[in-house]
């Protein structure tokens, strides 16, 4: 349910939460980050709190969405301890220069992988190519392990830590990254959050009715809610995947129901209407560090 409130009291409400949140967090910072990089830590925390605790407060309500943001800080923490000295450089000159990617001489690239250089090892050998265009910006369209056959160009995700082996292994990414850097490049990657695959371990959990991943995707059990959505809803591939749901046989403990399908009938949407849900990303991150 959401839940509206005036901005002041957005803030207000903010305020107290990092107000009882911040000492923990400082002295758990300074423990795992050091001094100097707790004061960057907690510098960040209070300028981009309220945009982190207004919507899941909002959506979640009091308790849960002050229990939410806890847990997210305390990965978002996590992260910055195995982050690698290379790229905690990178995050003090972006917080100098904010906005980095908005400036006029950022110039971004998009590609798919296997169409620009075949394999991810491939890749530094052509930053040459885009040094020469200017570029200072790399995107690459979805790259992570997709499900078998179909899967709308890589955006049905079986695994969010594996690159389509078609294209390589996480550490050709990684290796990529790092030469990408050395020639002042950025790299972006897409991380789809909206849904996963059929067959992706979320969702398989999901319907073997195994507690920890309970609420993780949306299934119901007639045509009568679907059908109001549907009234509503605009379809992504009218032609192609017609409608918003699928009925999967085995949803609802194998009495089956209608699975929220947005895209394709086997990229399956994943539920962020519960607290559960979020909490469950928060115990298994798409991608660590």
Same mark, same amino acid.
């Given at each position: 349910?959401?839940?509206?409130? =005036?901005?002041?009291?957005?803030?207000?409400?903010?305020?107290?939460?990092?107000?009882?949140?911040?000492?923990?967090?400082?002295?758990?910072?300074?423990?795992?980050?050091?001094?100097? &990089?707790?004061?960057?830590?907690?510098?960040?925390?209070?300028?981009?709190?309220?945009?982190?605790? $207004? =919507?899941?407060?909002?959506?979640?309500?009091?308790?849960?969405?002050?229990?939410?943001?806890?847990?997210?800080?305390?990965?978002?923490?996590?992260?910055?301890?195995?982050?690698?000295?290379?790229?905690?450089?990178?995050?003090?000159?972006?917080?100098?220069?904010?906005?980095?990617? &908005?400036?006029?001489?950022?110039?971004?690239?998009?590609?798919?992988?296997?169409?620009?250089?075949?394999?991810?090892?491939?890749?530094?050998?052509?930053?040459?190519?885009?040094?020469?265009? $200017?570029?200072?910006?790399?995107?690459?369209?979805?790259?992570?392990?997709?499900?078998?056959?179909?899967?709308?160009?890589?955006?049905?995700?079986?695994?969010?830590?594996?690159?389509? =082996?078609?294209?390589?292994?996480?550490?050709?990414?990684?290796?990529?990254?790092?030469?990408?850097?050395?020639?002042?490049?950025?790299?972006?990657?897409?991380?789809?959050?909206?849904?996963?695959?059929?067959?992706?371990?979320?969702? %398989?959990?999901?319907?073997?009715?195994?507690?920890?991943?309970?609420?993780?995707?949306?299934?119901?059990?007639?045509?009568?809610?679907?059908?109001?959505?549907?009234?509503?809803?605009?379809?992504?591939?009218?032609?192609?995947?017609?409608?918003?749901?699928?009925?999967?046989?085995?949803?609802? $403990?194998?009495?089956?129901?209608?699975?929220?399908?947005?895209?394709?009938?086997? %990229?399956?949407?994943?539920?962020?209407?519960?607290?559960?849900?979020?909490?469950?990303?928060?115990?298994?991150?798409?991608?660590?560090?």
């Amino acid at each position: 349910m959401i839940t509206p409130r =005036p901005d002041s009291e957005r803030r207000r409400r903010a305020g107290a939460s990092l107000h009882r949140l911040r000492p923990v967090i400082a002295q758990q910072a300074e423990e795992h980050l050091g001094r100097a &990089q707790a004061v960057g830590f907690l510098a960040r925390l209070d300028l981009w709190f309220l945009d982190l605790h $207004g =919507p899941l407060e909002t959506l979640y309500g009091d308790d849960d969405g002050d229990e939410l943001v806890g847990r997210l800080v305390r990965l978002a923490l996590a992260a910055a301890a195995q982050r690698p000295a290379e790229l905690r450089e990178v995050d003090r000159r972006r917080e100098v220069e904010p906005r980095w990617y &908005q400036e006029p001489r950022t110039i971004g690239y998009v590609a798919y992988t296997d169409r620009f250089c075949g394999t991810v090892d491939a890749l530094p050998k052509r930053l040459d190519y885009l040094a020469e265009l $200017g570029v200072s910006y790399l995107h690459l369209m979805p790259l992570l392990r997709p499900r078998p056959g179909e899967n709308d160009g890589g955006y049905a995700v079986l695994d969010y830590r594996a690159v389509d =082996p078609r294209v390589g292994t996480m550490d050709d990414l990684e290796s990529a990254a790092e030469a990408l850097r050395e020639r002042g490049m950025s790299l972006c990657v897409d991380l789809v959050l909206n849904h996963t695959a059929r067959e992706h371990a979320w969702a %398989q959990g999901w319907l073997a009715d195994e507690p920890e991943y309970a609420d993780f995707y949306v299934a119901f059990p007639d045509w009568k809610m679907p059908d109001a959505y549907e009234a509503t809803i605009s379809d992504v591939f009218p032609d192609r995947a017609p409608g918003s749901f699928s009925w999967v046989d085995a949803a609802n $403990g194998g009495r089956g129901g209608w699975v929220w399908t947005t895209f394709f009938g086997y %990229q399956w949407d994943l539920n962020y209407s519960q607290p559960e849900r979020v909490r469950g990303d928060a115990r298994h991150p798409p991608l660590a560090g």
